[in-house]
């Protein structure tokens, strides 16, 4: 039998929270385990003993002015994993959401059935690849990433999706030399964005930070 997924829900709007337990309330797999009008009131309710949630559902503009970006990384150092969930499909706050470590961003116009999913898919490790997240990424042009070519983008996709060096290279139909060059390019394209990735898994979390894999 699978584990519930254990889910919270940041919000300071009591009308959503109070829709949120009545929606959430009749879904086998999923318990929502705790409300927040904060980030810090429900690290707070946590404590040192309590295990964080599977999920946390974060509004992303909150009456307290905290920093978004901020919040989605108090919240991912905690043990969670963080779906944005915002009124508007806003490119830039959904592209350095991604980018602070969050695993999807989603409007609050969608449905149940789409909410559940993208619960699942974030507390199973995937990210979500809703259209609001697609399309910003798609039009993101701000100096935080890079301008990938067409065969270091390819080659990036492949070998941070687990192909060795040189079943990368074959696919491209080049050497794995020249494969390794292309790297090191697309590595010294991220580092001088200010987002270095000196590994495999940190081309991984470019990948996914980028959008490049929707």
């Given amino acids: 039998m699978a584990a519930l997924i254990s889910v919270a829900v940041v919000d300071d709007d009591r009308m959503l929270l109070d829709g949120m337990r009545s929606w959430l309330a009749g879904v086998p797999g999923l318990r929502l385990v705790a409300t927040a009008a904060t980030v810090a009131e429900l690290l707070g309710a946590q404590g040192p003993v309590r ?42 706050r959904i592209v350095e959401s991604v980018r602070a470590g969050a695993d999807g961003y989603l409007t609050k116009d969608n449905d149940l059935p789409t909410l559940v999913s993208a619960i699942e898919d974030v507390a199973a490790g995937r990210s979500v690849h809703s259209p609001e997240l697609a399309f910003a990424c798609a039009h993101d042009d701000g100096p935080g990433r890079p301008r990938l070519s067409p065969r270091e983008r390819q080659v990036l996709l ?29 590595k010294a394209k991220y580092r001088q964005a200010g987002r270095p990735a000196y590994t495999k898994i940190d081309l991984a979390r470019r990948v996914r930070e980028d959008g490049l894999e929707a």
């Fill in 51 to 92: 295990p964080a949630p599977d999920v946390v559902l974060l509004d992303l503009m909150l009456r307290d002015d905290s920093d978004p970006s901020d919040n989605i990384r108090r919240l991912v150092g905690a043990g969670s994993r963080v779906l944005v969930i915002s009124t508007v499909p806003d490119g830039r």
């Fill in 158 to 186: 492949d070998y941070a999706s687990g192909m060795t060096l040189k079943a990368t290279a074959r696919r491209a139909g080049i050497t794995a030399h020249t494969a390794k060059d292309y790297l090191d390019r697309v």
